[in-house]
């Protein structure tokens, strides 16, 4: 089993940036492909970006291309998301998730388990 918990998150301005972490406990995690998964308010559940288990391989959703980045640290078990140029419409909780697999996937039902979510709110 693993266990995942999300922080960083909170109120920042338009332009402003944020890091969200994500630590994981439990089973052995540097095979784990990670994802992060956002969902607004009346909105279904989008994909954000992905990271392979060795951290080479990495997959942005267009809408954050070029303003998001994905990494991880398997030394100390947690994976970054540093937000920049944030946009009032990156307004959502934010999740981790982790998928039994070297590979990540942008569809939410390939991966094994999830954080609680933590909530990004931009102000315009």
């Known amino acids: 089993q693993v266990q995942l918990v999300e922080s960083g998150g909170g109120l920042v301005q338009a332009g402003g940036s944020l890091r969200l972490s994500c630590a994981a406990s439990?089973?052995?995690?540097?095979?784990?492909?990670m994802g992060w998964f956002r969902q607004a308010p009346g909105k279904e559940r989008e994909f954000v970006a992905f990271?392979?288990?060795?951290?080479?391989?990495?997959y942005y959703a267009d809408s954050v291309k070029g303003r998001f980045t994905i990494s991880r640290d398997n030394a100390t078990n947690t994976r970054y998301l540093q937000m920049n140029s944030l946009k009032p419409e990156d307004t959502a909780v934010y999740y981790c998730?982790?998928?039994?697999?070297?590979?990540?996937?942008?569809?939410?039902?390939?991966?094994?388990?999830w954080g609680q979510g933590t909530q990004v709110t931009v102000s315009s």
């Open positions: 998730a982790a998928r039994q697999t070297p590979f990540g996937s942008t569809i939410g039902r390939d991966y094994d388990y």
């Open positions: 990271i392979s288990w060795t951290g080479r391989s990495t």
């Open positions: 439990g089973r052995t995690f540097s095979t784990y492909a």
